[in-house]
Each structure stands twice: as structure tokens, then as C-alpha cells.
């Protein structure tokens, strides 16, 4: 997986172990300090794996004495009842750091393994399945990250790096056109993107020559009517189709010869991999 891993990746698994642990894991203090432990992580599912270096980041803040030594890397995928990975070190230091740990993995494994599924059902066209930025306040990089190791692509990570034009945006400018103007005065270089609701928008958005177009909860024969559109257009844009977007009619969107399909439930609707850590 040639993903980039998250500059603040240290961040957020420093605030989920001061989230678990507060003044310390008064259970572990059960366990003598000189213990030592061996465990094994056990996937119960068949699944895309993601998330191993917020894994080792976890033991490695609480004890850097901790390994691990994994059987698989993000992006591969694993067999149900597969051995991810078999850790030693400490008894205290595993124990403590066992939840924190397998809340990242099972999280953005989650992520990776739903990615997946999309991007498997429109194999064999151009499209390509984009993520959102309906992610978990904290951790959009994280699952940005994941829905890469699941085959998808990443829209714009925030607010900051791309224009993408609403409705209300369309009403307070005054037209699409205007928007889309301000948009290149206000930020050159950026790519711009304007959300439609109909064709009619959507021939002011290439008039306006913005570089996407969003197709917001277009029905499929008006998606087909905006690819024609488009295409017959002096300044096609590319086109990103949006909104009741399921695992059952995306491939049936993507025939319609769009170039995006941007799925919220990616990163919003998480459906956790059923992991378990085991001493040995």
C-alpha cells in the first residue's frame, strides 16, 4: 500500500489513550510489573486490513519494549479467523494498550474492507469511488487514509484545498456564474467544483466552465442526459454523481459514464471489523 500515513497520526493515538487510560489503568495494576505476555490478534472476518501503524503506535506510547510483528499490511486482504498479528512485551503494557489499539484497526479496517466492496462493483468502467468529508471529528485522515487502502480516492480533505459550490453558496453569490467567478478570483489554482440539482444547473455550471460538476440525487436517466451534456459541451467538466448512493446502485451509476461516485457512507456509516486479541 503506497498510501501516505497521516502527519498527525501520533496526535490522534496519544488523545485516544488519554481518553482510555486518564490517570491509569487501575485493572493492569492487577498484573505484576514484571510480567510478561505474548497475545495474537485474530480476524473473525474476511476483510481489508488497515490501520497497523495506528497499532503500533498505541503499545509503542505506552511501552516501546511492546512488538509486533504483523502477517499482513494495510491494504491486503485477510481470511476470516486469519492471525493478523502476534505481540510481546509486558502483560501490562498489552493489556492496557489492547482496546485502544484494536479501536483503530477495527475502525479503519472497516473502512478500507466498505471502499472495497464499492470499488469491486464497478470494476470494468472508468469510474472511480470518492469518499467525503462525513468522517468522525478527529480522525478524517485516518479514514481517508483507509478508504486508499480499500482502492478508493480521496475528495478534498477540507475547506482549504478545493472550491466546491452549494446551493446556499448559489443563493447568497446570486448564480452559478457568480460563484464561480468569486471562486477563481478569490482562490487561483484551486479546482472548483459546483453541486446542481438539474440539467438546467448543470448547463449553467459548464457555461460557468467550473473543472466538476456535482450530480446531486440525479435520477439515472438524468444522469445519462447530463454525461450527454457534458460531453456534447465546448468545456466538458467532470462529473460526480452524489447522494443515495448504495452498494446495490452504484454499479448501475457508474454506467451511466460518470467520472466520480462520491459515497458518504465510506466513512459515516462505520461497520467496525470483528477483531479479537487473545494471550497465548
Request: glycine share 8%; proline share 4%.
Amino acid at each position: 500500500m503506497g498510501a501516505r500515513l497521516p502527519d498527525d497520526l501520533r496526535e490522534q493515538v496519544s488523545r485516544a489513550l488519554r481518553e482510555d487510560i486518564g490517570p491509569g489503568d487501575v485493572t493492569a495494576k492487577l498484573i505484576a510489573p514484571d510480567t510478561r505476555a505474548r497475545a495474537r490478534v485474530l480476524c473473525r472476518e474476511s476483510a481489508i486490513l488497515c490501520g497497523t501503524a495506528w497499532f503500533d503506535e498505541s503499545f509503542r506510547q505506552i511501552d516501546p519494549t511492546v512488538q509486533v510483528r504483523w502477517n499482513a499490511a494495510d491494504g491486503e486482504r485477510v481470511a476470516a479467523n486469519a492471525t493478523l498479528c502476534e505481540l510481546e512485551g509486558p502483560a501490562r503494557a498489552i493489556l492496557t494498550g489492547e482496546r485502544t489499539a484494536l479501536n483503530f484497526l477495527q475502525l479503519l479496517s472497516g473502512t478500507a474492507t466498505t471502499t472495497a466492496r464499492y470499488v469491486q462493483a464497478v470494476a470494468g468502467t472508468a469510474c472511480r469511488i470518492l469518499d467525503t468529508r462525513k468522517t468522525l471529528p478527529g480522525l478524517r485522515t485516518a479514514q481517508k487514509y483507509a478508504v486508499l487502502c480499500g482502492g478508493g480516492q480521496n475528495h478534498r480533505m477540507g475547506l482549504y484545498d478545493m472550491v466546491l459550490i452549494k446551493e446556499n453558496h448559489i443563493a447568497a453569490a446570486g448564480s452559478i456564474a457568480a460563484a464561480v467567478a468569486a471562486a477563481r478570483a478569490a482562490a487561483p489554482g484551486l479546482p472548483v467544483e459546483v453541486e446542481t440539482e438539474n440539467l438546467d444547473e448543470v448547463a449553467a455550471a459548464l457555461a460557468a466552465r467550473c473543472d466538476i460538476i456535482m450530480l446531486d440525487e440525479f435520477a439515472p436517466a438524468d444522469l445519462e442526459r447530463a454525461v450527454a451534456l457534458n460531453r456534447a459541451a465546448p468545456h466538458p467538466a467532470r462529473l460526480e454523481a452524489s447522494g443515495g448512493v448504495s452498494l446495490e446502485r452504484v454499479a448501475a451509476i457508474a454506467a451511466t459514464g460518470v467520472d466520480f461516485i462520491s459515497v458518504g457512507g465510506l466513512t459515516k456509516h462505520v461497520q467496525a471489523v470483528d477483531l479479537s486479541m487473545r494471550l497465548i
